[in-house]
């Protein structure tokens, strides 16, 4: 079975500050890797996706994640943080036809 | 653009009686989904459903839980009997249908078992 970690629970940057959220999964075979965001009392929205294409994957509001096949990671960047940032990451692996989700990382951004 | 949505957003029940959340999936979408969120906790599968049938299920999905797709456009999780454990958010999901497909969700039914 397929699983992934996110390393904290809680991350807290400055505004303005570079972002990192740490995912490693566990996969036999190649994976697909998302990531979803969760702003508060809402449900989960699409930031970006790696399906084998280009490893480095750019998504919605700044972010990109970069596939490391031998890092077994798919770490979560972005280079400012604003405010509005403030949110639950979760990274997620497809398997088979559902999604195993990681415990998610709550991200502050401080002032 | 097309999004799940879900109904209620808000559910409290008393303990033992049945509940069914609702979800309407993206029109075109094939696989449907529900997840569980406790408080604070992370998002677990529930089951998955394709043609009319389940594909998927998780350990949490007992004999209490079943799905249905009563017509061609909802999507339902019933809980016959609930338990003070069953409080969580309930997420309806939907894809197209191959995993490198984005599953898109819903905004989730907040079930408070009293």
């Known amino acids: 079975a397929q699983s992934v970690t996110q390393l904290g629970s809680h991350v807290s940057v400055s505004e303005g500050a570079l972002v990192l959220l740490r995912c490693n999964y566990s996969s036999s075979v190649p994976p697909y890797l998302f990531w979803y965001v969760q702003y508060p009392n809402q449900g989960l929205q699409l930031l970006l996706k790696?399906?084998?294409?280009?490893?480095l994957v750019k998504g919605i509001n700044g972010f990109e994640a970069e596939f490391k096949k031998s890092e077994t990671s798919f770490h979560l960047t972005k280079p400012s943080a604003h405010m509005s940032d403030a949110a639950e990451y979760f990274c997620?692996?497809?398997?088979?036809?559902?999604?195993?989700f990681g415990p998610g990382t709550r991200l502050s951004v401080l002032p | 653009e097309p999004e799940v949505t879900q109904t209620p957003s808000h559910q409290v029940t008393q303990m033992g009686q049945e509940v069914i959340l609702r979800c309407v999936p993206i029109s075109n979408h094939l696989y449907f989904y529900w997840y569980r969120q406790i408080l604070g906790q992370k998002v677990e599968f529930l089951v998955s459903?394709?043609?009319?049938?389940?594909?998927?299920k998780s350990e949490i999905f007992d004999d209490q839980f079943s799905v249905e797709r009563p017509d061609g456009s909802n999507f339902t999780l019933k809980i016959r009997s609930t338990k003070l454990e069953d409080s969580a958010m309930y997420f309806c999901a939907s894809r197209v249908g191959l995993p490198t497909d984005t599953q898109y969700f819903g905004p989730g039914t907040r079930l408070t078992v009293l």
């Open positions: 459903f394709y043609n009319n049938e389940i594909s998927e």
């Open positions: 997620a692996v497809s398997e088979g036809q559902n999604f195993v």
């Open positions: 790696y399906t084998s294409a280009a490893t």
